[in-house]
């Protein structure tokens, strides 16, 4: 701290987690017995879950496809002879979806 400048995006990065981190522990701290009551029910734990695997499993697909679409394989005869999907995009969210499975 002696220079107290940012210079750098690990010093940025390490900065913003400080900072998300106090409203979110307050937030814990106030929200902790209502929403352990809430999701002490099996039908609100069961939607809650199924909401969060479905924003797991869409932001993984959103990330998979990137800024310029899905990624192309250099091969022709990899997707069916159109420069399909590349195998490592394709498996990507495997785990995932493997890890949500009951």
């Not at 995006?9 to 209502?34: M, N, Y």
């Not at 099996?42 to 899905?70: C, H, K, W, Y």
């Amino acid at each position: 701290m002696r220079k107290r400048k940012v210079e750098t995006a690990d010093e940025k990065l390490a900065w913003l987690i400080i900072a998300a981190s106090v409203p979110t522990g307050i937030l814990g701290l106030v929200l902790e017995h209502p929403v352990r009551v809430g999701l002490a029910k099996p039908t609100a734990a069961a939607i809650f879950l199924m909401v969060n695997g479905v924003i797991l499993i869409s932001t993984e697909r959103l990330q998979a496809l990137g800024p310029d679409g899905p990624p192309r394989c250099r091969d022709p005869w990899a997707g069916g002879g159109r420069g399909g999907l590349c195998r490592a995009g394709r498996d990507r969210g495997r785990p995932l979806a493997a890890a949500l499975l009951p």
